[in-house]
């Protein structure tokens, strides 16, 4: 346990490109329009459930800005977590519907989401760690004080400025996760 009494561990997790296949045009990735386009990637529900039954609690945080910019729905974002929630064992979606426009404090790289999630559940963010596909999501996991995993599809974008690893898939990342010794929590910070 730490020093502040929080004891619990999560992985925060993006959602498209490290849960459900992203939608990938022109090397840029976007979400699934539709629940019926919802496509849950190989070895990620096993992935899941180990990490669940190693005592992390699974904390999936997304920035949908489609809302915002007027061609997406809460409706049909809500119904894609819905789906998801009953295939995968995750304890909580957090979103942010901003844009950039919006200057909220959620939408990623800020650490608002994940921040919010940990006071919620009593999270020790530095024995935690946050699993993304894009800098946005890295940077916000960095800023809340997270280890970070890189997920390295090749988009056409910027890559993160320094993951502490980088893997291909999330169960690749589930491996390194568990892998890490359990006093893998920096006490003094
Ligand atoms: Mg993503
Ligand atoms: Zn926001």
Redesign the pocket.
Known sequence: MGIDGKSRRAVFLDRDGVINRAVVRDGKPYPPARVEELDVLPGVAVALERLKAAGYLLIVVT?QPDVARGTQSRTVVEAIHTRLASLLPIDEFRV???DDG?A????KP?P??ILDSARAHGVDLHASVMVGDRWRDVEAGEQAGCATVFLDHGYAERKPRKPDAVFGSLPEAAEWILARPSGATHEVC
Not at 104 to 107: K, N
């Open positions: 920035n942010c519907y901003h919006d909220c404090v959620c939408r800020k608002g989401l």
